[in-house]
């Protein structure tokens, strides 16, 4: 049986493992960002879409939203003289309510520092109501080459970028990447992050 891991939601979640495809947008197309698809099927059905603050955005706030256009997330990098002190870059990832409340779902810390670079990216998400805590990830790879991973505590691979040879061919286009996300994994939480690191390397996402 998989093991369900939703941080966002169980809707997420997929029982078997997933090849999904990213396509990139020019900055004048909702202020960049990129659109998730399915791989493999004839009609490419969108699953996210992801916002950047492009031309039309607000720097440091990126949205993550479903097939519909519905905003799912709200990622923004935390900013400031105390943060501009701080070793680490901070961002966090809220899930957007009907009525516009925002519960923080994870944070992501990212070196501020060459001295600290060997540390890598961190992640942790926040307790679910049916749990006492929440999950650590780390990001391992390099995101710019297309060539990195999602890994949990005990070294899992649950997501990773640009691995999977069946959709190699795509690799010829600078727009185009893929994802493998593994069973039980939510996500939604999987394309909140790679937006981070999309926006960290100055990529699709970033003004």
């Known amino acids: 049986m998989t093991n369900i891991v939703p941080i966002v939601s169980k809707l997420y979640c ?17 202020g960049g960002g990129f659109v998730v698809s399915e791989c493999g099927s004839q009609s490419h059905r969108v699953v996210f879409k992801v916002d950047g603050c492009g031309v039309l955005g607000t720097k440091g706030e990126l949205f993550l939203r479903d097939s519909n256009g519905d905003a799912l997330l709200l990622m923004r990098r935390k900013g400031g003289m105390v943060e501009a002190l701080s070793i680490y870059n901070k961002w966090k990832g809220y899930s957007l309510e009907y009525e516009g409340l925002q519960d923080l ?8 520092s060459c001295l600290v670079k060997k540390n890598g990216i961190k ?51 600078k727009d185009l990447y893929h994802v493998v996300v593994q069973p039980g994994i939510d996500q939604a939480f999987v394309f909140s992050v790679i937006a981070i690191l999309d926006y960290i390397y100055g990529e699709s996402t970033r003004c």
């Open 105 to 112: 779902v994870f944070s992501l810390k990212e070196p501020n």
């Open 123 to 173: 992640i942790s998400t926040e307790p679910r109501v049916d749990s006492k805590k929440g999950r650590d990830f780390e990001i391992r790879g390099h995101f710019p080459d297309k060539n990195c991973s999602i890994v949990d505590t005990r070294g899992n691979i649950v997501a990773q970028v640009g691995v999977n040879k069946e959709v190699e061919k795509l690799m010829a286009s």
């Open 14 to 30: 997929y029982s078997s493992e997933t090849v999904l495809v990213v396509r990139r947008r020019p900055n004048v197309v909702n």
